[in-house]
């Protein structure tokens, strides 16, 4: 089996060789950490790693076109102030912490979001896609009967993407203070999303899943009332999916930070039949409980958790342990629960590998070798090892 | 006579308008401003936080509803001011060192100053030595660290050490929060609590506040 058949097996239950190998990402900061303990600077990780291939995606952009141009607005020494691409402004370390803090957001209301934020939101922009000759010679590529890999088409974001242009603070308010606004941004974002589903499918490509970005959840719950969600967003995500259906794209996943299991059954309503990265670190979440409440509607990809690969390596085995009754089962594709971090010892990371590999992947020799680090920077591969 | 029930369900709904409005109609007509937090204004946030814990309030819900006791404490804390009233108590609030993460932070810095208590926000990237110095010259008794990431959340038991080594541990409790935290984490650090939520963090700041010593 090829990684593309692989994947698809996996997601709709049907015999396979094993399970996919794949992996979330890391910190920035975990690879230079570990460029000490051996890691090849400039390495690709999958290829270090020896996993799947991954997160490889397939569509048009489905954001703000043009962007704003990125400035830096102040230097604070450690840290700087920037207006990011997206028209926030931040405070980002410059060493740091992985996430910025924003300041302050161009998008504030009715006035802004016409100035500044609907004009970039065109469906049709022909910028959304590269240039025609690039474009060409990508879906030449993708479109080939013999591809491998299983491709990805990014539909956005219906809540996450408006959440970050306003603040928490402000589009929560504005559920309330001005809730036909919240609905035109949902109705423009999933005008363009259809756009460049439409296109990247007339084109001939049919991606292996789809996904949204939407990180709408903290550590207790969603950010939105249920009922606010089936009103606001549900409607949207349905227009979405069933274009994704129709163009047989049944593969459907949500990348979503935090305890999302109140709004799980919703999104499995609007037509989403995965989610990613159930997160045990944040709320305890158990893809083994996951598998009982929802059934196998719902393809899980994560719930790995990330905190233990730090730990001593009997609790990595044993976590490895604990999820292969429900890989064995099918519909899941384990992964840590969040980008690795720099806490993690790099010899820590490749045991996690290997005995994902034994376990999980059943030791077939159609897994690539894990690279060994030596000191002198250059690196063998496991397999080649006497 | 104002209706305090309105009041009460503006709060309750987050008509910052109306709340602001009934406020002050009842301060003209002479309520004692601390009888009218405690009795209306509080309970009304209590119930919010209530109902933020059962899962009938959501995040947008809890911030309209803070926002609408905002612009009732704006009447009236001069007036609690003028009158000496003491808070429930006093918090010095802030993200800890190398965190720049404040959404959380403020969440629980709005629903304590809803939950009658004065709060000193420290902001972000607060160094060990200023949330000393907040229980030093602001007569802060609890300090609450808010951190993000498992990497910044070290500097918690830092501040714990500093106010240790200040020698003011003793009446100042500690209390911490963020999405990494557990009260494993806190047993583990020497702090007084923990919270996971923003409500908690107020019911948590009520059973600490009890529990400083009277100062000498």
Redesign the interface.
């Known amino acids: 089996m090829n990684p593309r058949e692989r994947f698809h097996a996996t997601l709709h239950y049907l015999p396979r060789d094993r399970c996919p190998i794949m992996d979330f990402g890391f910190w920035s900061e975990t690879l230079v950490v570990w460029r000490e303990q051996g890691y090849p600077e400039g390495a690709d990780p999958d290829e270090f790693f020896g996993m799947d291939p991954q997160w490889i995606g397939c569509g048009g952009e489905v954001g703000l076109r043009p962007t704003f141009e990125e400035r830096v607005i102040e230097d604070r020494g450690e840290?700087e102030v920037v207006r990011q691409t997206d028209g926030v402004i931040v405070?980002?370390?410059k060493f740091?912490?992985?996430?910025?803090?924003h300041l302050d957001h161009s998008l504030k209301d009715r006035d802004t979001w016409e100035r500044h934020y609907q004009p970039r939101l065109m469906p049709d922009d022909p910028n959304r896609f590269p240039p025609s000759a690039e474009w060409r010679l990508k879906v030449e590529e993708l479109t080939r009967p013999d591809r491998e890999y299983p491709v990805f088409l990014n539909v956005g974001s219906l809540y996450g993407l408006p959440r970050n242009w306003f603040g928490?603070?402000r589009i929560?308010?504005l559920?309330?203070d001005d809730r036909k606004l919240l609905e035109e941004i949902v109705e423009t974002l999933a005008d363009v999303i259809v756009s460049v589903i439409e296109t990247t499918c007339a084109a001939g490509i049919r991606p292996e899943a789809a996904n949204f970005w939407e990180d709408m959840c903290?550590?207790?719950?969603?950010?939105?009332?249920p009922k606010?969600f089936r009103e606001l967003l549900v409607p949207q995500y349905k227009r979405i999916t069933s274009v994704l259906h129709r163009h047989g794209v049944d593969i459907v996943f949500v990348d979503c930070d935090g305890k999302v299991d109140?709004l799980t059954p919703l999104w499995l309503e609007a037509g989403v039949n995965m989610m990613f990265p159930i997160e045990v670190?944040?709320w305890n979440a158990d893809v083994v409980e996951f598998r009982r409440r929802f059934g196998k509607d719902l393809r899980l990809m994560g719930g790995v958790d990330k905190?233990i690969l730090a730990g001593p390596k009997e609790g990595i085995a044993r976590e490895i342990e604990r999820l292969a009754p429900v890989v064995e089962e099918g519909g899941f594709i384990p992964t840590p629960d969040h980008r690795v971090?720099?806490?993690v010892p790099l010899s820590n990371y490749i045991f996690y590998l290997e005995e994902a590999k034994r376990i999980w992947g059943k030791g077939l020799s159609n897994i690539r070798p894990t690279s060994i680090p030596v000191r002198s920077g250059a690196t063998l591969a496991a397999g080649a090892l006497p | 006579m104002v209706d305090r029930e309105k009041l009460y369900q503006a709060i309750l709904t987050?008509d910052a308008k109306s709340a602001r409005a009934l406020t002050e109609e009842a301060l003209k007509e002479s309520v004692d401003p601390k009888e009218l937090l405690d009795k209306t204004l509080i309970p009304a946030m209590d119930e919010v936080g209530r109902l933020f814990e059962t899962?009938e309030?959501?995040?947008?819900?809890l911030?309209?509803s803070a926002?609408a006791m905002k612009s009732a404490l704006e009447l009236i804390k001069p007036l609690l001011a003028e009158k000496g009233a003491e808070p429930a108590g006093r918090v010095a609030i802030g993200t800890v060192k190398?965190?720049?993460?404040?959404?959380?932070k403020?969440l629980v810095a709005a629903m304590l100053e809803g939950g009658g208590f004065e709060v000193v926000d420290l902001g972000?990237d607060v160094s060990p030595e200023a949330f000393v110095t907040a229980a030093k010259d602001k007569g802060a008794s609890i300090i609450a660290l808010s951190a993000?990431?498992?990497?910044?959340m070290p500097a918690m038991k830092k501040v714990v050490a500093a106010l240790e080594e200040a020698g003011i541990r003793e009446r100042v409790k500690v209390m911490i929060g963020g999405?990494?935290i557990t009260q494993r984490y806190a047993d583990e650090i020497g702090a007084d609590g923990y919270s996971?939520?923003a409500s908690g963090a107020v019911a948590l700041a009520r059973s600490l506040a009890a529990k400083v010593p009277a100062a000498a």
């Open positions: 840290s405070e980002r370390g740091l912490g992985s996430i910025p803090r928490l603070e929560s308010e559920v309330y903290y550590r207790s719950g969603p950010l939105l009332s606010v109140d670190g944040t905190r971090p720099p806490d | 987050g899962n309030y959501f995040v947008p819900e911030l309209i926002r190398g965190d720049l993460h404040d959404i959380g403020n972000v993000l990431l498992t990497t910044t999405a990494p996971d939520n």
